[in-house]
């Protein structure tokens, strides 16, 4: 093996140590990847997280280019680019997720609390989306429809509440399994009947019984 | 309005799953020399010819792939273990034993790429695939038990792959029961006749339905 690299080894190994704690992030990541595949509704945007992990990769591309640059073995190269490419498809991955959550529930999201869980691009994004589909649904349908029928929220202007508005569903199913927490869950309406995490390890659990430990990062959905 | 029907929002694929799995730790046996590597999900070696070290599966297969290494099978993966395991399935009519999360897939693995590393491949593999049967015949069994309206459902012990299968069709089970046993649906003050006749072929249920919370594996 070249001499040469293991200088740069030792000192990179100095920035990523500070960076891995207890759990790393990419096992954060990975988590509030499952956690956003598995939710019906959108989450709270993990902002530092992403933020870590986007200059964790930077870190990572640059430590790649500098052995690329100095000789070091082909196998070391190729096995660090491979850790690069799995934690970049989970940051894609999770950013993926969201923008199609967004897109299916652009109004919904804009008319409600939910626009503050998402990031300044994604709301730039989700504004965008909303007037490029009014912008369609109006040139290539409504503007042919009787007056009345045009608006983009109503099925008729006689309807009392905004009925075309496509909300995430949130009386569905999740699955969930326990994690360092071990909570115990209020399942049913009357309160007699709890999940006990520590026990039962794995359920599937209605999402509004465990919304907001999912919030709070209490409970793991898979 | 399906917000679960979009399979490309809530579900994962047998890849994902098997990404996932690639994160859990394995054992090998390098035939090189190679410094540590400080990876971002941690830092794994030195690797020494002879010296066993522990690492995520996808390194171990990468090494392997390249011949670097020998990849020693997990504990649960040897035939004594298995085998007993298989009878204690078999005993059972509706638990599940305690394997590892992602056995599924990481005996998948294993058999791929590392087959030569594995001693009694016949068996192992035989009593693995059996297992597997075993423990899905048993898990779709016990979903006829679902018949009502439930606010959870327990799977203790089942494994990622296993319960990836079954959740399509499980979400939209509940979910349907949930809907239209819900207690306005029955309770409601009723208009027409038809649906008092309806209402009261419902009376015998209610009993029933004060269990709201089923344990499908320990019945």
Redesign the interface.
């Known amino acids: 093996m070249a001499s040469g690299s293991e200088e740069g080894t030792e000192l990179e190994t100095e920035d990523i140590d500070k960076s891995i704690r207890l759990t790393t992030d990419v096992e954060l990541l990975k988590q509030a990847w499952r956690n956003e595949k598995a939710s019906p509704e959108i989450l709270k945007f993990q902002a530092d997280l992403v933020q870590r992990s986007k200059e964790q990769i930077q870190l990572m591309e640059d430590t790649v280019e500098d052995y690329e640059g100095n000789g070091t073995d082909p196998l070391t190269i190729s096995l660090y680019q491979m850790d690069l490419d799995r934690y970049q498809f989970l940051l894609r991955s999770y950013l993926r997720t969201r923008l199609q959550k967004i897109e299916k529930y652009t109004i919904h999201i804009s008319k409600t609390e939910m626009w503050n869980r998402l990031s300044r691009p994604e709301q730039k994004f989700a504004k965008r989306c909303k007037d490029s589909m009014e912008k369609h649904l109006t040139q290539s349908v409504l503007s042919k429809l009787p007056e009345g029928y045009r608006s983009i929220l109503q099925q008729s202007a006689s309807s009392d509440a905004e009925d075309m508005v496509p909300e995430p569903q949130l009386d569905t199913f999740v699955f969930c399994k326990s994690n360092q927490y071990r909570e115990v869950v209020q399942v049913g309406e009357s309160g007699d009947e709890q999940f006990d995490f520590a026990v039962d390890g794995l359920g599937v659990i209605r999402y509004t019984a465990i919304r907001e430990l999912v919030e709070t990062g209490k409970v793991d959905l898979v | ?4 029907s ?1 399979p ?5 694929s047998a890849a ?1 799953i098997e ?2 799995a ?2 859990e730790l394995v054992e090998i046996v390098p035939n090189i ?11 794994f070696g030195p690797f020494r010819p002879q010296m066993p070290t522990e690492v995520p599966m ?2 171990a297969v ?2 392997k792939k ?1 011949g ?1 290494c020998v990849i020693c099978p997990p504990q649960w993966m040897s035939v004594d273990k298995l085998t007993q395991v298989l009878e204690a399935e078999r005993d059972t009519e509706y638990a599940f034993e305690p394997l590892p ?1 992602h056995y599924v897939e990481l005996s998948r693995l294993l058999f791929d790429h590392a087959h030569e590393d594995i001693p009694d491949l016949y068996m192992v593999r035989t009593l693995i695939e059996d297992i597997r049967d075993v423990r899905f015949h048993k898990l779709e069994s016990s979903l006829k038990l679902i018949n009502e309206r439930v ?8 494994s ?1 792959m296993e ?1 990836n299968i079954v ?1 399509p069709f ?2 939209r089970t ?2 349907s029961f ?2 239209l046993d819900s207690p306005q649906m029955i309770h409601n003050p009723v208009t027409t006749a038809y649906r008092q006749a309806q209402a009261a072929d419902r009376g015998p249920r209610l009993e029933l339905r004060r269990r ?2 089923i ?1 499908l594996l320990r019945r």
């Open positions: 309005m399906a917000g679960q979009d490309h929002i809530s579900l994962f994902e990404f996932v690639e994160d020399s190679m410094e540590p590597l400080n990876f971002t999900c941690g830092d996808w390194l990468a090494l390249r670097k999360f606010n959870a459902v327990k799977l203790k012990n089942v990622a319960m959740r499980l979400v509940l979910q949930y809907k709201h919370m344990d």
